[in-house]
């Protein structure tokens, strides 16, 4: 059986926390390996993923990942959230540089995601089982892709265990990022983050800010379906699972769904593989 993971967002109001418990305890039922919790940057919001990861691991039972990112935090800050996330009983960190939302001027102590998982490493040892983002479409901040490349292998080399893609809809990019890094000596499993598609507009907007290609042809198709929800559904569960299968068959080492705190559309795509 492929490893599955899922990410959650941490709520902010009671009713975002309702849906949240309604999604965890329906996804938990795949018996994932672990969930992880996204880090909003700066201000209020950093309290809210400690108290999610909280959430999720005492209501819910699950074992909760939390994301760190470098954005908004110093050292100091990221320093006690590491503490505090040891306390939990968490061992897994998702390590991110985070981007800086705008109208925000403060990027913390640490400027790239290498600086902070050395900062892990360096404060924790072999504590934590450190992940980190890449992107098989390439960062769309990176000078250019070898650059990329070269900057990812360095999160690895300087601790990092683990990598998780920013979600595609084409598997060639992600089995062509596999083997760049392979030929630079990156051994760690790149497990590929997969977006399961609920709301084709939102996700044109989220894609066009992150750099992830949604390919023509998938746009036209949903573009055809008009009005037709339905027939949107099942097209998109259809393409993201097949694409999951290619996946694994092509030695994806797990699959990590970002799950916008909804049960549906992962599972109709898990219940398709
Ligand atoms: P880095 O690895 O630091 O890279 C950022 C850019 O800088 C890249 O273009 C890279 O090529 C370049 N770079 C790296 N090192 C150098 C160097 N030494 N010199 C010059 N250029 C360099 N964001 C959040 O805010 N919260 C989250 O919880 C969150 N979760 C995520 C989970 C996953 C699995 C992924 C893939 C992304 C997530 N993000 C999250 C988004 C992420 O923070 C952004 O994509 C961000 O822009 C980059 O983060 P990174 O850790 O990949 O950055």
Request: hydrophobic fraction near 35%; glycine fraction near 8%.
């Amino acid at each position: 059986m492929t490893p599955i993971s899922f990410e959650f967002y941490p709520p902010k109001t009671d009713e975002q926390r309702a849906q949240l418990d309604k999604a965890a305890a329906r996804l938990k039922l795949q018996n994932p390996e672990y969930v992880s919790c996204t880090f909003g940057a700066g201000g209020s919001t950093l309290s809210y993923t400690p108290e999610t990861v909280e959430r999720l691991h005492k209501t819910h039972g699950l074992d909760a990942a939390p994301h760190l990112s470098c954005v908004g935090g110093t050292r100091a800050e990221l320093g006690e959230l590491l503490e505090r996330y040891k306390a939990m009983g968490c061992h897994r960190i998702v390590a991110l540089r985070g981007d800086l939302p705008s109208g925000m001027g403060h990027t913390g102590d640490f400027r790239y995601a290498t600086e902070l998982v050395e900062f892990i490493r360096r404060e924790h040892d072999g504590f934590f089982h450190i992940e980190v983002g890449c992107y098989p479409e390439c960062h769309p901040q990176a000078d250019d892709a070898h650059a990329d490349l070269r900057h990812f292998k360095a999160k690895i080399d300087a601790g990092a265990d683990g990598a998780i893609t920013q979600y595609f809809y084409n598997a060639d990019a992600y089995f062509r990022f596999v083997d760049d890094v392979r030929r630079l000596g990156v051994t760690v499993p790149i497990v590929p983050g997969i977006m399961p598609i609920s709301n084709f507009s939102q996700l044109r907007r989220f894609s066009d800010a992150c750099g992830a290609e949604i390919p023509r042809w998938i746009g036209k198709r949903m573009q055809a379906f008009g009005d037709d929800a339905e027939s949107i559904r099942e097209f998109a569960a259809d393409l993201v699972a097949s694409m999951c299968q290619r996946l694994v068959a092509g030695g994806a080492p797990g699959l990590h769904f970002y799950t916008l705190n909804l049960s549906k559309p992962t599972l109709s795509v898990i219940s398709r593989l």
